[in-house]
């Protein structure tokens, strides 16, 4: 192949491989802001803190590192910089697998969602049973299995059905495990998108480091480019000072060059010959 060729076929896929990174990144800056969303919606969702307040806080640690990952590797497309295009590789591929790792544990525990939830709420009837009391009032709900099951308050774990402020006559289990369920999937199918993207990032942005040149071509390349316009520089002083090219360019002689005599007056130089104007 010419190297004319070559070198376009490089530029046009730099190009297109730079456009799809930009682009890619642009979608998992925001599918990082959708997670960290969730996260915050989480911490302040009272289902949500009783199985886990470790699960919001997560959420919002892998969507900021999304966002700021996505905010590099968009900076090294746009740059085209290959050290800070390998390091986002690299760290986005670190992040990919720990997100794998992290879907495995959560996919592991989805069968036993009555034990988790159980084991949540004897710890928040032990230690808050103010949450347990949110809970209670936001799914219009008494206690866990059954109406009388660790419901709050424990004093008088009955005031819950009968009181005229509540009067729930329905256990919890049922609405928690729904919503379980419900953000498991919503964070999953969240998950999936965003592992979709970043595996096309990962190798979008793979192919744009190794069309880009490397240190040592590109030095070679402005060695190359600062010699030739050095002879081209070179070239065309030497055309200038050659009478032949003057008066094929202007269409009339090159004139004599002047200088100054010893008196002061100047002197018509002429190619061969020397001669003093009157």
Not at 114 to 134: C, F, G, M, N, T
Not at 145 to 154: E, G, H, I, S
Not at 231 to 260: I, K, M, T
Request: charged share 15%.
């Amino acid at each position: 192949m010419p190297n004319y060729l070559r070198q376009n076929t490089v530029q046009i896929s730099v190009s297109a491989a730079r456009t799809f990174v930009i682009l890619t990144n642009t979608l998992t800056l925001l599918v990082g802001l959708i997670l960290g969303s969730i996260g915050i919606y989480g911490l302040y969702s009272p289902d949500v803190r009783l199985y886990s307040s470790a699960i919001p806080l997560a959420t919002i640690i892998i969507g900021l590192l999304v966002f700021i990952i996505s905010i590099i590797g968009c900076c090294g497309a746009v740059w085209e910089n290959r050290p800070v295009l390998t390091s986002y590789f690299v760290i986005l591929l670190v992040l990919v697998i720990l997100q794998v790792i992290a879907a495995v544990l959560a996919l592991s525990d989805s069968h036993n969602v009555e034990s988790v939830l159980d084991k949540a709420w004897q710890a928040a009837y032990d230690s808050h049973p103010k949450l347990i009391r949110d809970i209670e009032d936001e799914y219009s709900c008494c206690g866990f299995k059954d109406v009388l099951d660790r419901a709050v308050p424990k004093r008088t774990p009955s005031a819950c059905v009968d009181s005229s402020w509540f009067g729930y006559d329905i256990p919890c289990y049922d609405s928690l495990y729904r919503s379980y369920k419900h953000h498991q999937t919503t964070l999953g199918v969240w998950g999936i998108i965003l592992a979709i993207v970043q595996f096309l990032a990962l190798g979008f942005a793979y192919i744009l480091i190794t069309c880009l040149p490397k240190d040592s071509e590109l030095e070679r390349e402005y060695r190359s480019e600062h010699d030739r316009l050095v002879q081209e520089g070179r070239g065309r002083r030497e055309q200038q000072h050659n009478p032949q090219y003057y008066q094929r360019q202007h269409g009339q002689p090159q004139p004599a060059p002047y200088s100054v005599g010893s008196s002061g007056r100047p002197l018509n130089t002429s190619y061969g010959s020397t001669t003093t104007s009157s």
